[in-house]
């Protein structure tokens, strides 16, 4: 079920999303996922090749992730962020990825 927020409110939400998730990934060695950041879009390049890209969508009102030639759109839900055709929540997900890429656990609690 898709909460109605208001733009503002999604943007604040988001924004402390993408900060939180670049902050975590900030102490993991370049070597294995180098973080950039620009214009709102967080992207991770993996050491195997592999790129991530995580933006918000203010239209949407989603967070949209698009890795090995996959894409999911994460609807605000509480606390978290889960995408409502298949329940799978963004952190979690992309805990998934870079563990099944690189073997690499991320901390993204």
Not at 4 to 30: G, H, N, Q
Not at 70 to 76: E, G, I, L, M, N
């Amino acid at each position: 079920m898709t909460i109605e927020i208001s733009e503002p409110e999604f943007d604040k939400i988001a924004r402390a999303e993408l900060v939180a998730l670049e902050d975590a990934l900030s102490a993991i060695d370049p070597d294995d996922i180098e973080v950039s950041v620009s214009d709102g879009v967080l992207r991770l390049d993996l050491r195997d090749g592999t790129r991530i890209v995580i933006n918000s969508h203010r239209a949407a009102r989603q967070i949209w992730m698009a890795a090995v030639a996959s894409a999911w759109h994460f609807d605000p839900a509480g606390s978290t962020w889960r995408a409502p055709k298949s329940g799978e929540e963004l952190r979690p997900t992309l805990t998934k990825i870079v563990r099944d890429r690189i073997g690499l656990e991320l901390a993204l609690s």
